[in-house]
């Protein structure tokens, strides 16, 4: 596991694709997220090199102890395994130990169970509050019917 790079864009968008759970951003979304909040993300690799997992996230502006997780995504030859889980805790270690975060942040639509399950189980590993209220309302999305994202806060994390 390591920070994505630019070049890894491509790869994380049809992982992110693939995953026929996430909303879909635009490929030019994941390049500049690779070159731009790739120290707050992380990427999985095989054995060749190429994206298999990963974690996309940046420290809020106006909360720098909190890493807000935007996306979570395992290619599906790859789930199962814990990877996800592993890619979580590294982001989280890497990020908590350079910018300080002790807070997680994501926002899940109800019925997401995988992501449902990833975020709670964090909390619990490390033995973190858990809160959950609706950040945004269905209503609120202008392109059409969208579920409510619920934002899953937590922490503080132990140091």
Request: contains cysteine; aromatic residues 8%; proline residues 6%.
């Amino acid at each position: 596991m390591d920070r994505p790079a630019p070049a890894d864009g491509a790869a994380l968008w049809r992982i992110a694709r693939d995953s026929k759970t996430l909303d879909l951003n635009s490929s030019y979304s994941y390049l500049l997220w690779c070159r731009d909040f790739a120290a707050t993300s992380a990427v999985a690799r095989d054995a060749d090199g190429e994206p298999i997992g990963f974690v996309t996230g940046y420290v809020r502006p106006d909360s720098l102890h909190t890493l807000l997780v935007w996306q979570v995504a395992v290619d599906e030859a790859h789930r199962g395994r814990g990877l996800a889980a592993a890619l979580l805790d590294g982001l989280v270690a890497r990020t908590a130990a350079e910018h300080g975060v002790n807070t997680v942040e994501t926002t899940i639509t109800p019925g997401n169970t995988a992501s449902e399950r990833l975020f709670t189980a964090f909390a619990e590993r490390h033995g973190a509050r858990l809160e959950r209220e609706v950040l945004f309302e269905a209503d609120q999305f202008p392109d059409g019917p969208h579920d409510p994202e619920v934002l899953y806060r937590i922490g503080p994390l132990a140091p």
